[in-house]
Structure formats: structure tokens, C-alpha cells
């Protein structure tokens, strides 16, 4: 079986403030609360999933709530930016004018390996990027978003990651997850520094890491305003199961095969300590919910649900 990933699954974040949160990624951003649920290995923190209309994969930016963590460090050996695409060249002139009109700090439309787009930060400092994608591929925009239609968030991607050395890392991505290496640019925040492109699948903004080389940084510390992991999507669960067994045969240690109810998981981290994950593309989140009222209830998965009334009466309300 020849074993492809096909792009960015999802990307998880750190937020201290999870009502401020949710009001900033559904309102400001305009992204749908797909699904509501707990961090499966930590039950007392909330575990928040912004999507697209669907909940398609490739279209998810979650969160856990951890209230009591520092905030995070910025330097190497981290994910350091989260590329959110939209359509078109004047989308980006629109959020532009968005972001401004509600205080979001920003910087300018500008561009950046071939692409257009507009850097910001959300209110903790979360590094996010608008992308032009110039409209590839599907999307699925929330009718009651406050977002516009044809300016609403379409996806994910490219993530940028940040390293002090590139050698083992691009190993592991061309070698171990048979990623492409398509090409460099300088480095918009020290140019005398390369960014590395790599890329998935069909390629594209949505099936692409940039891997930043910077020895002049420190290391950067994990915390609130800051990413914890990055997804990659596997279509089958068939090759899941091969993932796994290729990842074994070359002696990478991984978490295992981990079954998140909504999708099927393998976790570890690349030899700069950047925590990866695979995964699956099914079964997805109307595995416990209706379509039409995704993240409107506190959802938990079978081997939690016994514990609902505890889990509940532990976590603040978020409205």
C-alpha cells in the first residue's frame, strides 16, 4: 500500500480563556463550534473544535482550555504559525477592514511564497495567517456565520513550524511521512534565515508545512496563545493501520493506535520535540450529534460518558 498523507487534518491550541475564546473564533472569525467536548486525557479542561459548515476535515482549529498555564514562549523547536485560508484577494481587503473595525491586532497584506495574505493575533497573542487560496478546492460556508459568505475562513493551512536544525526533521518528513520537499524563500521575520516548504497529496495551501530554520532563537516554551500539535490526514482507516506498522518497522515511538471516537489517532514527535499526529478522516463529529447541532451540547465519547455528571459540574459554563 503506497501511504500518503493528503494535508492538514487539524491544528490544536492553547487558550487560557475559553469564553473569550469562543467568542473570538465564532464571531470575530466567524468559524462554526463544531464540536464542545473535554480533553479525553485530561477531563477537568474543555477541548473546543472551530470548522467549516461541516465539520470537514482539514477545516479544524481546536483549542484546550488549560486556565492555570503561563503563556507561552516564543522560540524554536514549536509550531509558530496557523495559515486559516480564504478565497480571494479581496477577501483579504475585507478582513483587513474586519480586523481593524474590531481591534484585532494585524499587520498588512503583503505576500509571501507566491501567495497572498494578512498576518494577525488573536487576543493571547495566537499567531494566525489569512491565505489567499485563490478559491482551490471545496468549501463550506456556515449560513449563520457573521462572516460573509464569500469571505468566510475555508481551512487550514500551510502551518509554519520553527527549528533550529533541519537535517533529522526533514528526514523524518520525507523519509517517515513521504512528504515532498518543493521549495524554500527567506524568512519574512529575518530573511537572512530559509523557510522550507513541504509538501502532501496534491499540494497546494492545505497540504503544506513550512519548516523554519533559526539557530538564532531560544526554545520556546508550550503555553497559553501558543499550539500544541499539528494533524495530518489519513483517508482510511485501512491505512492507518499500515501507518502504524510503518512507523513501528522503522522504530519511531509513537502513542499507538488511540481511538478519539470522532477520529483515529497516532502521535509523535519529529526529532526537534514538535508533537505530530495522523489522523483519520472518519468517522467524524455527526458520529454523536446531528449535523445541524454540532457543538451546541456538551458532547463526550462512550468511555466518558459514565462520567458526565462529575465531568459537567467540574467545568465552567462558557456562556
Known amino acids: 500500500m ?24 465564532t464571531h ?47 522560540g524554536s523547536q514549536s509550531i509558530s504559525r496557523t495559515g486559516l485560508r480564504v478565497g480571494s484577494a479581496a477577501s483579504l481587503e475585507w478582513w483587513a477592514e474586519h480586523l481593524s473595525a474590531q481591534g484585532v491586532k494585524r499587520g498588512e497584506i503583503t505576500e509571501r511564497d507566491g501567495r497572498a495574505l494578512l498576518d494577525f493575533e488573536d ?7 489569512l491565505v489567499d487560496d485563490e478559491g482551490r478546492g471545496e468549501a463550506h ?60 497529496g496534491a499540494g497546494g495551501a492545505a497540504a503544506e508545512l513550512h519548516v523554519a530554520v ?14 500544541h500539535h499539528v494533524a495530518f490526514r489519513v483517508p482510511t482507516e485501512d491505512q492507518y493501520h499500515e501507518w502504524m506498522r510503518h512507523l513501528t518497522s522503522l522504530g519511531i515511538r509513537t502513542s499507538g493506535e488511540i481511538d478519539r471516537f470522532y477520529f483515529r ?26 449535523l445541524a447541532e454540532l457543538g451546541e451540547h456538551l458532547s463526550l465519547p462512550p468511555f466518558l460518558e459514565p462520567h458526565r455528571a ?10
Do not use: C
Not at 503506497?2 to 475564546?21: C, F, M, S, Y
Not at 489517532?265 to 450529534?289: K, M, Q, W
Open 2 to 25: 503506497d501511504l500518503e498523507l493528503t494535508g492538514i487534518h487539524h491544528l490544536t491550541a492553547v487558550t487560557a480563556h475559553a469564553r473569550e475564546n469562543l467568542a473570538f473564533y
Open 28 to 74: 470575530t472569525l466567524g468559524m462554526r463550534l463544531v464540536k464542545k467536548t473535554v480533553n479525553q486525557d485530561d477531563v477537568s479542561a474543555y477541548h473546543l473544535f472551530y470548522a467549516d459548515a461541516l465539520a470537514s476535515p482539514g477545516s479544524d482549529l481546536t483549542f484546550f482550555d488549560w486556565p492555570q498555564v503561563p503563556h507561552e514562549r516564543r
Open 123 to 129: 487576543f493571547e497573542g495566537q499567531r494566525l495567517t
Open 141 to 200: 460556508p456556515w449560513d449563520r456565520s457573521p462572516i460573509p459568505v464569500e469571505h468566510q475562513i475555508r481551512g487550514l493551512g500551510p502551518i509554519t513550524m520553527t527549528v533550529r536544525e533541519l537535517s533529522r526533521t526533514a528526514t523524518v518528513l520525507t523519509r517517515v511521512m513521504n512528504m515532498r520537499e518543493a521549495r524554500t524563500y527567506a524568512d519574512p521575520e529575518s530573511p537572512q534565515h530559509t523557510v522550507h516548504v513541504f509538501e502532501m
Open 214 to 227: 533559526r539557530p538564532d532563537l531560544p526554545f520556546g516554551q508550550q503555553g497559553a496563545g501558543g499550539v
Open 265 to 290: 489517532s497516532i502521535y509523535f514527535r519529529e526529532p526537534n520535540g514538535v508533537l505530530f499526529e495522523l489522523a483519520t478522516d472518519g468517522p467524524g463529529f455527526t458520529a454523536d450529534e446531528p
Open 310 to 319: 462529575e465531568i459537567e459540574a467540574n467545568l465552567k459554563p462558557l456562556t
